[in-house]
């Protein structure tokens, strides 16, 4: 008599069947779990409340519990409510009688498990997804590649592996912040995926690099076509805070059986390929050759280096004389960091820089080349050079630092160098990234009396809102148009067009890589305010410049090497 009001108050969802399984009592928490009446149960088969194939599972637990009672017997079955929607519960059940010709009947309790299943069903995708892209993880993506792989032998197919990295994504979560970093991550994942077939893998591997998978491939063709649909979807705009910015990839390939035969093999070749298209410019691809892993390696051993160059004082700065067209005079230096590395001697900066860039090394060593350059500045101007003027590259990463401005601030009152004897580099990137952050930081600059120039103008987006925008002082036109003058009209005309516009808006240009008389020539001709090439003079330590240019003021007019 005591079972009657349990039966009736628990929450524990509760019925009393015969020993065929047919309910012949339910309580209130079952009505509540399964959405049906007492009546709409009461008279039913309880097998006929499990969905599909756990249907006959269920009446062979019945029978069985019912013709040999023994202890509580459970199941996890799927039971359908009346609203259609499949519920996990276990079912459990247990004879009121302790031998069989005495079964009265059973007691059917059943166990809520959507919890549980939810929690489970969402251990198994993280397990084996990115939660933020809802592409296939490291891990998942590893697994599709064997079974690829053994699939390409069987069939004598080819397959490659295709390794994406978002290049400098740490500088443009600095800048945007981490919600529009995941929102860039989320539209390139998705265009990725537009470009590729159904039976393609796309993953997310570890932070901006993905990875591709795809196989079933007769010949290199189907590689290049599927290639060049995905990088035509990345290459358009992105539109972040209704701006666009246009975000570079690099992309490393892999070939199946050329280029390896086990998963982890073509993913390190595609990654391999992958770094090396990285130091070839914008949205640059590469194919594995033999010889990478071996680059990787010394890039390594490269890497591992830096990180122990600044504190054991192996950087230098160079500078490269910037002169007067008319007279020949310096009017400036250019700082260049150099890097003598203990056993390969000095390392070329388009080898190093990159590096420093990646690792993020740049801060530290970008603070030390500034912090050198205004001291030296500062000194060859009390030696009897007062008008000297000290350029300076800034990376993109360095000047979107939150203490830029102070540590300049820092920097002139240190060594003493006023503010507009101080000229920053920085390229067009920078600009690209509009942001509230870099409007402040290029204002507060300004008003430190610092001169801005944009580097390398004509080679990026050349985005004449830039310079109405922007509080710039000068340009300086890329090597690569003055290399081509005179001889190619293309080159001329941009040349000219650029120092056209600069007069026009009281900007000063600075030609870089003047290597011949000709160049020098037409660029005095169009009065260009100031040249840098070898044809002045080449980078040089700090203590070759004074002798330099005493010749060069001893000398005016004669514009030639010294």
């Not at 199946?256 to 770094?275: H, K, V």
């Not at 990787?296 to 830096?306: I, P, T, V």
């Not at 009017?331 to 420093?356: C, K, Q």
């Not at 610092?450 to 990026?460: A, E, N, R, V």
Request: glycine fraction near 8%.
């Amino acid at each position: 008599m005591l079972f009657e009001p349990f039966f009736r108050q628990t929450s524990i969802a509760m019925a009393l069947l015969d020993s065929r399984g047919i309910i012949t009592a339910c309580n209130p928490a079952l009505e509540t779990l399964l959405g049906f009446s007492a009546g709409e149960l009461h008279g039913r088969p309880l097998f006929e409340l499990v969905d599909g194939e756990g249907s006959p599972s269920c009446r062979r637990l019945i029978h069985n519990v019912a013709t040999a009672p023994a202890l509580p017997v459970s199941l996890g079955l799927y039971w359908t409510c009346k609203n259609g929607r499949l519920l996990p519960g276990d079912l459990t059940l247990l004879s009121t009688g302790k031998e069989p010709a005495k079964s009265e009947g059973l007691i059917a309790t059943i166990e809520d498990r959507s919890e549980s299943k939810g929690a489970e069903a969402r251990l198994a995708y993280l397990t084996n997804f990115d939660p933020l892209t809802g592409l296939a993880n490291d891990l998942l993506f590893r697994d599709r590649l064997k079974q690829a792989l053994s699939r390409s032998r069987r069939e004598a197919s080819m397959a490659a592996v295709l390794v994406f990295n978002l290049k400098h994504f740490k500088d443009f979560n600095h800048s945007f912040g981490l919600a529009i970093g995941d929102r860039l991550l989320k539209e390139v994942a998705s265009r990725i995926s537009c470009g590729v077939r159904q039976s393609d893998t796309v993953a997310r591997l570890s932070g901006a690099k993905f990875a591709l998978l795809i196989e079933g491939l007769s010949e290199m063709a189907g590689v290049t076509h599927l290639l060049r649909k995905v990088r035509e979807g990345l290459s358009a705009p992105f539109l972040v805070e209704e701006q666009e910015v246009f975000p570079s990839t690099s992309v490393g390939i892999a070939l199946f059986p050329d280029d390896g035969n086990q998963p982890e093999e073509l993913i390190r070749n595609a990654e391999s390929a992958m770094y090396r298209a990285g130091l070839s410019g914008r949205n640059s691809y590469q194919f594995y050759t033999e010889g990478m892993n071996s680059q990787a390696r010394q890039r390594l051993r490269l890497e591992s280096a830096l990180y122990r160059a600044l504190e054991r004082n192996e950087f230098e700065v160079y500078y490269q004389p910037q002169i007067d067209p008319a007279s020949g005079a310096p009017l400036g230096v250019e700082a260049l960091l150099r890097w003598n590395h203990p056993d390969r001697g000095v390392v070329g900066p388009d080898e190093f820089i990159p590096l420093l860039e990646e690792t993020g090394l740049i801060i530290a060593a970008g603070e030390w080349v500034l912090r050198t350059a205004c001291a030296q500045g500062r000194t060859w101007q009390d030696e009897g050079f007062p008008g000297l003027r000290v350029a300076v590259n800034i990376s993109a990463r360095q000047f979107l630092e939150k203490n830029f401005v102070a540590l300049l601030q820092e920097i002139l009152k240190e060594t003493g160098l006023k503010a507009d004897s101080l000229d920053l580099e920085i390229t067009e990137s920078v600009l690209m990234q509009e942001s509230e952050r870099l409007t402040g930081t290029l204002c507060a600059i300004a008003l430190l009396g610092i001169h801005i120039s944009i580097d390398d103008f004509g080679t990026g987006y050349s985005s004449l809102a830039y310079l109405k925008r922007f509080p710039v002082n000068g340009l300086k036109i890329d090597r690569s148009f003055i290399q081509g003058i005179p001889e190619n009209r293309d080159d001329m005309a941009i040349a000219f067009a650029i120092l056209s516009l600069a007069g026009n808006l009281g900007l000063r240009v600075t030609a870089e890589g003047v290597e011949t008389e000709a160049q020098f020539g037409l660029l005095n001709t169009w009065r260009c305010q100031q040249l840098q090439g070898y044809l002045f003079g080449r980078p040089m330590p700090a203590d070759r410049f004074p002798s330099w240019a005493m010749k060069a003021l001893a000398t005016p007019g004669d514009y030639r090497p010294i």
